[in-house]
């Protein structure tokens, strides 16, 4: 009873201890975020922005403060003479800075939502890229199986009938190297294979499921300008550029101060305290150059962002002309890959049947086998591809997995 409990235990902490497997695109992205230092750090810079909508929404734009001074004669004279002074100062907005420093840290929290939308599209760039090499590199490990066990039972039939005096020696080395060379091709492959899932595993935090799903096909008619995270940042830079210009026209010089004094003093010692009450309205000169150099920062940083918009709008349309360029060719090498290894096929079984009859030697039979074979692996390698060409056409579209 104890030996099944442990070695229940014992399952238990191995199922614990393998990755978890991603099942679609979507779930290795989700999984993908939950630790990525950039999205983690999401939700305080979120904060951050909040905090500074909060911090325009208030009475002053710095918090007031408090002084408070006392004199006395009791180093000198001692006769009696003492005075206090408290002051309240609070600092004022400037005609239009109240208004302007909102639109500033609405405009700061929009660029950070963009900015974390633009994350998400470019993790998914990578696990796309990812997720196609671990299927480009299974299916090369399928093959080289396949071709590993073909290699080994023509091996055994060339030994089999050379033993009997059907074929020559040469047959017998050439069958053996063939099936060397298809053990090695199968031991490279793997490691490929295991390179590939390893490198998505380091992404997605997940293992590649056993079946990867191709990317269904983006709504017809989407134009990228309309959804593309990217262009979602530089617009919002742009928005967030003419708001700092607006803060910077806004704030001409420091913020004027509004103090409320209030006096409590006696001349001597015998004399009652008399208490006074005063306003005091404190404002700045104007920093002259130093504020229109301010204007002038902010005034080209909103030039260089409207023209990153159009450069933005104009490689996008590229890149997604281009994506669906390549999708075109991916359709078309696909359907003439299938033409091929139907007549690969064919010629296989003819030099199949002809070495068998003794009509043909065991040369023209392996390179008849290896076309066949280089047809079917490009056939796959061609639907395995297309598949990729619709996963980068929705990258370049900044469609979501």
Do not use: C
Not at 231 to 243: G, I, K, S, Y
Not at 287 to 316: F, I
Not at 375 to 383: D, H, I, P, T, Y
Request: hydrophobic fraction near 50%; aromatic fraction near 2%.
């Amino acid at each position: 009873m104890k030996t099944a409990s442990a070695l229940a235990l014992g399952l238990v902490a191995v199922l614990v201890s393998l990755p978890l497997g991603a099942q679609t695109l979507g779930d290795a992205l989700s999984n993908a975020l939950a630790s990525h230092p950039a999205a983690v750090a999401g939700a305080a810079r979120a904060e951050a922005a909040d905090l500074l909508v909060e911090a325009a929404d208030s009475l002053t734009p710095r918090p007031p403060s408090a002084s408070l001074a006392t004199l006395s004669d009791r180093l000198g004279s001692h006769y009696g003479r003492q005075e206090w002074e408290l002051e309240l100062a609070a600092p004022l907005w400037l005609p239009g800075q109240k208004a302007s420093q909102a639109a500033l840290a609405a405009s700061a929290r929009d660029a950070l939502r963009a900015s974390q939308q633009l994350l998400r599209l470019q993790l998914a760039g990578e696990l796309r890229e990812a997720w196609w090499a671990v299927a480009a590199a299974r299916n090369g490990e399928q093959l080289a199986q396949r071709r590993a066990h073909t290699a080994a039972s023509l091996e055994a039939d060339v030994q089999r009938r050379f033993q009997a005096g059907e074929l020559a020696r040469v047959d017998a080395n050439l069958a053996q190297s063939e099936n060397l060379d298809a053990q090695a091709a199968l031991a490279t492959a793997r490691s490929e294979r295991l390179q590939a899932e390893q490198v998505f595993h380091t992404l997605s935090g997940m293992a590649a499921p056993a079946v990867l799903a191709p990317e269904p096909a983006p709504t017809v008619g989407v134009a990228p300008a309309a959804i593309h995270p990217q262009l979602a940042v530089d617009r919002a830079a742009v928005q967030l550029a003419r708001a700092r210009l607006v803060v910077a026209d806004a704030t001409p010089r420091e913020a004027p101060e509004l103090a409320l004094r209030v006096l409590r003093e006696r001349s001597a010692r015998s004399d009652p305290y008399a208490n006074a009450l005063g306003i005091k309205l404190t404002i700045p000169f104007s920093p002259g150059p130093r504020a229109r150099q301010e204007s002038a920062a902010a005034r080209a940083e909103l030039v260089q962002a409207e023209a990153q918009v159009a450069l933005q709008e104009r490689k996008l349309t590229q890149e997604t002309a281009k994506a669906h360029r390549e999708r075109a060719v991916a359709q078309q090498q696909l359907g003439m890959a299938r033409e091929r290894l139907a007549l690969t096929a064919d010629s296989l079984a003819l030099a199949e049947k002809s070495f068998h009859l003794g009509e043909s030697d065991l040369v023209a039979l392996l390179r008849a086998r290896a076309v066949a074979q280089e047809a079917e692996a490009s056939l796959q390698r061609e639907e395995i591809a297309l598949a990729a060409s619709q996963s980068r056409l929705n990258q370049s579209l900044g469609v979501l997995p």
